[in-house]
């Protein structure tokens, strides 16, 4: 089971971080990952990190302001959120899967919405 949290509505130009924590032993062997979904949009892969937390992906809308990061320990992954700009309001999902290329074949969160004013 995942749950997100964070977000919210913020100003462009803030910051804001998501935090997704999983339940389960095996959350320290499993790749995880942001979706965001903006209404009458596709859901795109924003970042991803391995189960090691030694190799991460990001989109090129978000290279540069976003980081994901993970503590294996406390079963959660974040997503760190800089210089937010109103394009990157949208539903946040976090994903988990053991592969890190097929996250979105695994298991997801409900979402948490992040809308930025601009």
């Given amino acids: 089971q995942l749950v997100e949290s964070g977000g919210g509505?913020?100003?462009?130009?803030?910051?804001?971080?998501?935090?997704?924590?999983?339940?389960?032993?095996?959350?320290?062997?499993?790749?995880?990952?942001?979706?965001?979904?903006?209404?009458?949009?596709?859901?795109?892969?924003?970042?991803?990190?391995?189960?090691?937390?030694?190799?991460?992906?990001?989109?090129?809308?978000?290279?540069g302001r976003f980081t994901i990061s993970r503590d294996n320990a406390k079963n959660t992954v974040y997503l760190q959120m800089n210089s937010l700009k109103a394009e990157d309001t949208a539903i946040y999902y976090c994903a988990a899967n053991p592969s890190l290329g097929d996250l979105s074949r695994g298991s997801w969160g409900q979402g948490t919405q992040v809308t930025v004013s601009s």
């Fill in 9 to 63: 509505l913020v100003q462009a130009g803030d910051s804001s971080r998501l935090s997704c924590a999983a339940s389960g032993r095996t959350f320290s062997t499993y790749a995880m990952g942001w979706f965001r979904q903006a209404p009458g949009m596709e859901r795109e892969l924003v970042a991803a990190i391995n189960w090691s937390g030694t190799n991460t992906y990001y989109a090129d809308s978000v290279k």
